[in-house]
């Protein structure tokens, strides 16, 4: 076994390769929950039928607010990991071959 640090993060690389599974997994909690609100009886407080939009927004701009906030924060996390390791020397791990 060897043991290796991990001495420097590409945050641009890291942040962008994270922010696309982020905004893909969103697509699985997206996609139920809009299937699951179409079949909600849509009623006012006197069980009156309305008539409510389907949440288009929502499928849209939900997978691209995970994507850009996991931009963001994934970004500035690698950065400031980048700054700390010259202090600690780096997450260490061992490998094996």
């Keep these: 076994m060897m043991l290796k640090r991990i001495t ?5 690389k890291t942040a962008i390769t994270m922010s696309i599974v982020f905004g893909v997994v969103s697509l699985l909690f997206v ?7 179409s079949f909600m ?4 407080q006197g069980g ?6 389907f949440p288009f927004f929502m499928i849209l701009v939900m997978p691209i607010f995970y994507f850009l906030a996991s931009y963001i ?8 990991y980048n700054k700390v390791v010259k202090f600690t ?3 260490a791990y061992e490998a094996a071959e």
């Design 8 to 12: 420097y993060i590409a945050p641009h």
């Design 48 to 53: 009156n039928p309305v008539d409510t939009p």
């Design 31 to 37: 996609i139920p929950m809009a299937f699951t609100y």
């Design 73 to 80: 924060v994934i970004g500035l996390s690698a950065w400031l």
């Design 89 to 91: 020397g780096g997450i």
């Design 41 to 44: 009886p849509m009623q006012d």
